[in-house]
C-alpha cells in the first residue's frame, strides 16, 4: 500500500499569511498512463470533504487561485498564499494511482 | 449541480448488519465510479470500497473484504453498501463518493451493545 506521509499536522497560521503543507508516499504515484493521482481535500469542520485540487496542480471549479498544488513522483506540497479565516479546516492528500486510495493522516490548519 | 444524497445510517449491534444508500443527480452516473470513504470519530478518512462504471469491478479495504459488499443500480442511479457482521471498529461516518469529486453528506454508523 502507498503510505502518506503529511506534515506538519498541525499549522497554526496568522491572517494573510503562507501556508505549505507537504505529503510525501512510500511509493511512486506515476500511474502507468503517465498521470499522477495525486489530490488535495480541504474538510472544514463539522462538514464533509471538498476536493481542492486534482492531479497534483489543478484546481477545481469555485477553488480560490491562493490554493496552489505542485510535485512529483513521490513528493507532493499544497500552499496557501494568503490564508484567510475560511481556510480554518484539516487538508489531507489522497492518492488513487493504485488501490487501497489512502489518504495522508490530516493537517490541521488554525488561525494564529 | 451534482448532489449525493445519503440515507441508512444508525445504531446496530455488533456482529449485525445494515445497508447505506447513496442517491445520485446532477451527472452521468453509470458512467462514473462511485465508492464509501470513512471516517472514524475524530480520526482520518479511509477508503471503504469502490465499484467501476458497469458494475463488474470492485476494489474493498482488507479491513473489510468478506463482510461488506458495494453495488449499483445504474437505472436508479443508486450507490449501496451492504455492511455485515459489523464491529465496533467499523463506527465511523460513512461518505458516498464520485471518485475524489464530489462527496455526499456523510451517515453516522454506529455500532455498539
Known amino acids: 500500500d502507498a503510505v502518506m506521509t503529511q506534515s506538519p499536522l498541525s499549522l497554526p497560521v496568522t491572517l494573510g499569511q503562507p501556508a505549505s503543507i507537504s505529503c510525501r508516499s512510500s511509493q511512486s504515484l506515476v500511474h502507468s498512463d503517465g498521470n499522477i493521482f495525486l489530490f488535495w481535500l480541504q474538510q472544514r469542520p463539522g462538514q464533509s470533504p471538498r476536493r481542492l485540487l486534482y492531479?497534483?496542480?489543478n484546481r477545481d471549479s469555485g477553488v480560490p487561485d491562493r490554493f496552489s498544488g505542485s510535485g512529483s513522483g513521490t513528493d507532493f506540497t499544497l500552499k496557501i498564499s494568503r490564508v484567510e479565516a475560511e481556510d480554518v479546516g484539516v487538508y489531507y492528500c489522497?492518492?488513487?494511482?493504485?488501490?487501497?486510495?489512502?489518504f495522508g493522516q490530516g493537517t490541521k490548519l488554525e488561525i494564529k | 449541480e451534482v448532489q449525493l444524497l445519503q440515507s441508512g445510517g444508525g445504531l446496530v449491534q455488533p456482529g449485525g448488519s445494515l445497508r447505506l444508500s447513496c442517491a445520485a443527480s446532477g451527472f452521468t452516473f453509470s458512467r462514473d465510479a462511485m465508492g464509501w470513504v470513512r471516517q472514524a470519530p475524530g480520526k482520518g478518512l479511509e477508503w471503504v470500497s469502490i465499484?467501476?462504471?458497469?458494475?463488474?469491478?470492485?476494489n474493498y479495504a482488507d479491513s473489510v473484504k468478506g463482510r461488506f459488499t458495494i453495488s449499483r443500480d445504474d437505472s436508479r442511479n443508486t450507490l449501496y453498501l451492504q455492511m455485515n457482521a459489523l464491529r465496533a471498529e467499523d463506527t465511523a461516518i460513512y461518505y458516498c463518493?464520485?471518485?475524489?469529486?464530489?462527496w455526499g453528506q456523510g451517515a453516522l454508523v454506529t455500532v455498539s451493545s
Open positions: 463518493a464520485r471518485g475524489s469529486d464530489d
Open positions: 465499484i467501476y462504471s458497469g458494475g463488474r469491478r470492485t
Open positions: 489522497m492518492q488513487a494511482t493504485q488501490w487501497p486510495y489512502t
Open positions: 492531479k497534483v496542480s
